[in-house]
């Protein structure tokens, strides 16, 4: 492949040192295979690393979404005893659009270059160098150059979810598809089509459901198998939640969470299972009042049970007296959001 025509974009929005240091090794690991760099950011970003990419882009377009409805995209777990789904308060999807302002605000700058074709990663695009010789095979096999988009897409049953935090594509095409999604109303008018806000969702009415031009979907087994089947590699997609899972460390990957019992009023606390263990301890405020606090030690699921009526709760949870985790809702938000519920068998 040329790969003076083709430019990696890698959007970020670092938090914290160890998103500016995964950050680092992205670039870096770009940058070694001779690609140049077109940096997109919501946040302010270390000098050294500006200075190692071609081009930096910063805006402070971080735009995140509110939804008219509840959304009925969950993540559940199910055992004998009980059924818990959620929503996340009804977050997921809240910063898709953002991001796809970077994507947009990278495109227009290419298009003014020299580029034919762009690769798109995240803060945690960190590629070995066989895991580069696997990619570059890959889209040789597509005739990538030659395509309007190259998605990797998860293959569930008959289901197709495209990734969206790994794909390439032409610029021309993109920019010509994507100019028509000019406000946040647009962006969840066609993302909605599938019953949520995500970004996925918005790629899978795209280029999944109405495909236009000539594209390839690169098939990959789910994320709950590997990361993106092909690619052995254990950083990539180790950016989840704000958080970043650092490789053979132990990772604080669960959340917390407060949902109503799906067929009455009461209120359930839930810290979500964990294969990592943590010494913590949760604290239970109504009404900005510390009702109890208690040592929890990460692993299995939890659940408890809030009484009284409070009209505002907060679960924070701390690791050496640090806040490391924090939930909190009105009850009137838990009550309408009917896709997140705990109910019990």
């Known amino acids: 492949m040329e790969k003076d025509r083709i430019c990696v974009i890698i959007s970020s929005y670092p938090q914290n040192y160890l998103d500016h240091s995964l950050l680092g090794l992205t670039v870096e690991s770009w940058k070694q295979q001779g690609y140049d760099i077109c940096l997109v950011s919501h946040s302010p970003l270390n000098p050294d690393i500006q200075k190692a ?15 008219d409805e509840y959304s009925p995209l969950t993540w559940y777990h199910w055992t004998d005893d009980f059924h818990y789904q959620t929503n996340w308060g009804n ?44 990619l570059n095979q890959k889209l040789e096999e597509s005739n990538f150059t030659t395509q309007n988009y190259w998605i990797p897409v998860e293959i569930d049953g008959d289901k197709f979810l495209p990734i969206t935090n790994f794909f390439g ?26 019953g949520g806000y995500s970004l996925e969702l918005f790629f899978a009415e795209m280029f999944v459901k109405n495909p236009v031009g000539r594209g390839h979907l690169e098939e990959v087994k789910s994320r709950n198998v590997e990361p993106v089947a092909w690619l052995d590699n254990k950083w990539f997609g180790s950016s989840k939640g704000g958080e970043i899972n650092v490789p053979d460390l132990k990772h604080k990957d669960w959340w917390l ?64 007296n640090e806040v490391i985790k924090k939930v909190e809702y009105t009850k009137e938000q838990v009550l309408e959001n009917i896709h997140s519920f705990i109910e019990f068998k």
């Open 169 to 194: 594509g032409n610029i021309d095409y993109f920019s010509e598809r994507l100019k028509r999604i000019t406000s946040p109303q647009r962006y969840m008018e066609i993302a909605n089509k599938w």
């Open 53 to 67: 990419s071609k081009y930096y882009i910063y805006s402070d377009e971080n735009e995140l979404l509110e939804f």
């Open 257 to 320: 969470d407060i949902v109503k019992n799906k067929h009455n009023d009461e209120l359930f606390a839930v810290v979500s299972a964990t294969s990592h263990n943590f010494e913590t301890k949760l604290l239970f405020y109504k009404d900005d009042n510390l009702l109890n606090e208690m040592e929890v030690k990460t692993g299995p699921f939890y659940w408890f049970k809030l009484g009284g009526n409070g009209s505002k709760w907060r679960l924070e949870q701390k690791i050496n």
């Open 91 to 134: 977050t997921i999807g809240n910063h898709s659009y953002a991001i796809l302002k970077n994507l947009q605000n990278a495109i227009q700058l290419l298009q003014s270059k020299h580029y034919t074709n762009f690769i798109y990663v995240e803060i945690d695009g960190f590629l070995t160098d066989d895991n580069h010789k696997l």
